[in-house]
């Protein structure tokens, strides 16, 4: 079953000389349940590629279908909701709440739609991420491989549609990534959660479903 469609995605920056052509005109799909991982160099696209995929910014053209609707066809209101809702994402630094401890942090996004926290569901997601012992400490006290565990928490708590992983691992020791890329693949598994990666490491990427390389904006190769 399809769960993300891209259809000729560009994002352009700029006019005249000053134009730059982020993203040239990309399309793929992703089916439930897959784990892709994009890579490229710095510079590629695959950064903006992630952010218009998961609604955080508009397309100069183009669209995108998460379970079957067109997200920009949605004004910004709804389309916060949405991507509240369908969008887990996760990023490099982590962006945690200082002054919110671990079962804050990972219950924010319900907190922010007004829904309930199922303490069966939130304890079953601290076991996963090996933190049912730090669920009361702030982020301050955790290593850096925990505070990026916590924002995997904060991206599964919602059961989102999809989840955009931007570099997820750029900010660790080799150890610790090894051990974020164990638990997303574990979440994809036992949650049969979707996730897209992206990653400048390619032995990293190897551990993906499936490999989409992007240069220069455009996609140029799939594994």
């Known amino acids: ?35 892709v991982a994009i890579v490229g160099a710095s510079g590629s696209g695959k950064s903006t590629l992630l952010h218009l995929v ?5 397309p100069t053209k183009g669209k995108v279908f998460i379970d079957g609707k ?23 630094f982590y962006n945690l709440i200082p002054i919110l401890n671990v079962e804050e942090n ?30 009361k400490h702030l982020p301050n006290e955790l290593s ?12 599964l708590i919602t059961n989102p549609a999809i ?11 080799s150890k610790s990534s090894d051990e974020i890329v164990a638990l997303l693949k574990k979440s994809n598994k036992e949650y049969n959660q979707t996730i897209i990666m992206i990653t400048h490491n390619m032995e990293i990427a190897k551990e993906a479903d499936r490999i989409i390389k992007i240069e220069d904006g455009r996609i140029v190769e799939e594994d």
């Open 144 to 155: 850096g491989g925990q505070q990026q565990r916590v924002s995997i928490g904060r991206a």
């Open 106 to 135: 990972i219950t924010l996004p319900l907190e922010l739609d007004n829904r309930e926290v199922d303490k069966k569901s939130l304890k079953e997601l601290l076991e996963l991420l090996g933190l049912e012992n730090r669920s």
């Open 1 to 35: 079953m399809e769960i993300l469609r891209v259809e000729n995605l560009s994002k352009v920056y700029g006019k005249g000389e000053n134009k730059v052509v982020a993203l040239d005109n990309v399309s793929f799909s992703v089916e439930k349940g897959e784990f």
């Open 54 to 58: 998961g609604g955080v910014d508009r």
């Open 70 to 92: 067109n997200i920009y066809a949605m004004n910004d209101d709804k389309l916060a909701i949405f991507r509240r809702r369908q969008v887990g994402l996760i990023y490099q």
């Open 163 to 173: 989840i955009l992983a931007d570099e997820p691992t750029g900010n660790l020791d």
